[in-house]
């Protein structure tokens, strides 16, 4: 009798909560959230300004500084929050030196390596603090020889090289920025016999007629500097947390992993670079290799000039900070929805990666201020501010290894936000099921360079539909929640690449005079992240659609057919997982419908379990994709579907493991390597099954 009253009364609380909070009223907060009324640009600026007063690089005593601000700054909107610290190996440079000698008569040129502080720079007095230009993790040591010019340092480029037959072994490679991750680069000209490599800003990409701090373009000094780790995390404690007396990995056995280069490495500007480029002598490069207007003929060398370059680096294990900040869920508040954005930046880091840190606050505080008005979230929403991303995504990394198995059963979404802010033009890159709730999202919020407009007319006047990138390449901190735990995701920024990345310019100067001089785009990117956020933790049932998942795995299988060249590979298989995964999916849209109407007084106590089970399958089909054993050779990589390109770490490739598999066979073309491809088609396929099984919620 008691259990009978008790669960009735049960199911009828239950009903007059979702009378009181319904819908509509989850609609008007989350309509709150977007309006001008709550928005703050003068408070974004200032959280920008405070973030970007010094250098800060991973490691320093700025940081932590910088970690501090933020610890304080959500602690005073009442949300609660800690640091989490991890004990890492980042490296930072003792001494570098550049001498070019070029052909007689010329004399030598010894490189300054400086960026030059500019007119009435406004920090120029902390400038000292800006680390000497290098590469995080590069090789200690000296490297002499003949210059290459090596294009991007791109595999297709040596290929190119191979045919008009110059040879890097045994000499300098010189490669220019951009296209693909420069550890790639590195370890590129390594597998081609190289010594050393020098990368430059080149002026066709980064340069202009006026540069900073009259336009938006790289100084003739300016460097980018970066990492040149090709893994994840700390490289000496691969898979497991870096806390303070944790088990670590020698020097030598870090070596082995082939995520370290193994020769030594530079950035130089491109003022440096030209110059380097006059020394070559050899085959003209083709017109696709040459540089910009003004710039000298490229040629491909080796040589006659050489280089003797030198960098002494030194490794130590230091103390990194990720700020947590926890908003806990009236309802669900077990069900997460992150929120992350790193703080550590190469020198000022005003664009990357502080606008988003500054969006972050903002989204933070106008959380706040819904709390003032009787908003509570129905699941727990968790602000992650990454420590160490720069090196190797590393605070995040760590974070997730050590909370794993929690996160792997909790987390709903994780949202991204690196790079907030690099000038007009909305971008967005997510994981397939979330693709209608970022479609969503962008027809609310204003375009905030048109105001006649939403973010959607924006983004599709040039396409007509929007286009959303995919997150397989390893360029920011999704990658430990979708490619190591598969974990939905999203990623969205304003602007994309800019001419300053990772040099002493990107400051506050630079965000006011071209980035986003009214903060009006830092307000839009609060405003779309907030949005997501509020959607996936208040809507009872998960805003996720599996069909989009659908179109874009045929599309990658219909790929595939034109790169299998043996005829005993057969896609079947795949094709098959496919389909069924086309069916499941249609399945529990169904499900969703039927429950969806059903909403209101007569929405009882079983319907309410009947939405946790389905927000359970939508949720964990994502984990599905992974396998415990990872990809051939990169094992921390445990998603089948999206994983970084082996030869670029920015670069995502769909079936990353069929498609090394693939370049393999292709190059040796032996009957065990393309058995091999099968395997990997086969693989693939059971975890599209394995999927499908779980978006249907029945035991076979």
Not at 474 to 482: I, N, R, T
Request: proline share 6%; net charge negative; with cysteine.
């Amino acid at each position: 009798m008691f259990k009978s009253t008790f669960t009735g009364f049960i199911a009828i609380a239950t009903s007059i909560c979702f009378l009181f909070y319904s819908p509509s009223q989850k609609s008007f907060y989350h309509s709150l959230f977007i309006s001008d009324s709550l928005s703050n640009n003068a408070s974004i600026s200032n959280h920008l300004y405070m973030l970007t007063r010094r250098p800060h690089v991973a490691g320093s005593e700025a940081n932590a500084e910088a970690a501090v601000y933020v610890l304080s700054t959500l602690t005073s909107y009442n949300i609660k929050s800690h640091i989490t610290p991890y004990y890492t190996a980042l490296t930072y440079p003792v001494s570098r030196s550049l001498v070019l000698t070029p052909p007689p008569p010329e004399p030598p040129i010894n490189f300054s390596l400086q960026q030059e502080i500019y007119e009435n720079d406004p920090y120029a007095d902390v400038a000292d603090q800006v680390l000497p230009t290098f590469h995080g993790y590069a090789k200690s040591g000296t490297a002499y020889g003949p210059v290459v010019y090596v294009n991007y340092g791109r595999v297709e480029d040596y290929a190119k090289l191979k045919e008009i037959g110059v040879n890097v072994s045994s000499n300098i490679a010189l490669a220019r920025y951009g296209k693909i991750y420069r550890g790639d680069i590195v370890e590129n000209a390594f597998a081609e016999g190289a010594v050393g490599v020098l990368i430059f800003t080149d002026r066709k990409d980064y340069g202009g007629v006026k540069w900073f701090p009259d336009d938006k373009w790289m100084p003739p000094s300016g460097v980018q500097v970066g990492s040149v780790f090709n893994g994840a995390g700390d490289p000496t404690t691969p898979g497991w947390p870096s806390t303070e007396d944790c088990e670590r990995l020698s020097d030598d056995e870090v070596e082995k992993t082939g995520d370290v280069p193994l020769i030594p490495s530079l950035p130089i500007s491109w003022a440096d670079g030209e110059s380097i480029i006059r020394s070559i002598a050899g085959d003209i490069a083709s017109d696709d290799w040459q540089g910009g207007k003004d710039s000298p003929v490229y040629r491909v060398g080796p040589g006659p000039g050489t280089v003797n370059l030198t960098y002494i680096g030194k490794q130590v294990i230091s103390r990194i900070e990720n700020v947590i900040g926890i908003i806990e869920g009236a309802e669900e508040p077990d069900r997460f929805v992150i929120l992350g954005n790193h703080r550590d930046a190469w020198t000022f880091g005003a664009v990357d990666p502080n606008s988003g840190t500054a969006c972050l606050l903002e989204v933070a505080e106008r959380l706040q201020k819904l709390q003032k008005k009787g908003w509570k979230p129905r699941r727990t929403i968790i602000f992650c501010n990454w420590d160490a991303e720069e090196y190797g995504l590393i605070g995040s990394t760590e974070w997730v290894e050590e909370n794993r198995q929690m996160l792997a059963t909790k987390v709903v979404a994780y949202l991204n936000v690196d790079t907030a802010v690099a000038g007009p033009g909305f971008q967005a890159a997510a994981t397939p099921q979330l693709d209608e709730l970022l479609i969503q999202a962008a027809k609310q919020v204003e375009d905030p360079d048109n105001s006649s407009q939403t973010i959607y007319d924006s983004w599709i006047s040039s396409t007509n539909s929007p286009e959303i990138g995919r997150l397989g390449g390893g360029g920011s901190d999704y990658a430990a929640f979708v490619q190591h735990i598969g974990v939905p995701a999203a990623d969205i920024t304003f602007g994309g690449g800019y001419p300053v990345y990772h040099s002493m310019y990107d400051d506050f100067t630079w965000m006011k005079k071209f980035g986003d001089p009214m903060f009006q785009r830092h307000a839009a990117v609060a405003s779309i992240w907030g949005l997501i956020a509020l959607k996936l933790a208040d809507d009872e049932l998960l805003p996720f659609n599996y069909l989009p998942y659908v179109l874009e795995l045929q599309k990658c299988a219909e790929d595939l057919k034109g790169e299998v060249l043996d005829i005993s590979i057969t896609l079947v298989p795949l094709f098959n997982s496919i389909n069924a995964l086309k069916k499941a999916a249609i399945k529990i849209n169904d499900e969703i419908k039927a429950l969806e109407g059903r909403k209101g007084w007569t929405f009882m106590w079983k319907d309410s379990q009947k939405v946790r089970e389905l927000n359970d399958r939508l949720m964990m089909a994502e984990r599905a994709f992974t396998d415990r054993e990872g990809l051939p050779g990169r094992s921390w990589y445990k998603h089948l579907i999206y994983a970084p390109s082996k030869h670029n770490d920015y670069g995502s490739k769909s079936f990353p493991g069929i498609d090394d598999a693939l370049e393999k066979a292709k190059s040796l073309n032996t009957v065990d390597s393309w058995h091999s491809v099968q395997h990997e088609i086969w693989r693939v396929s059971r975890a599209i099954t394995q999927v499908s099984l779980c978006l249907k919620g029945e035991l076979t």
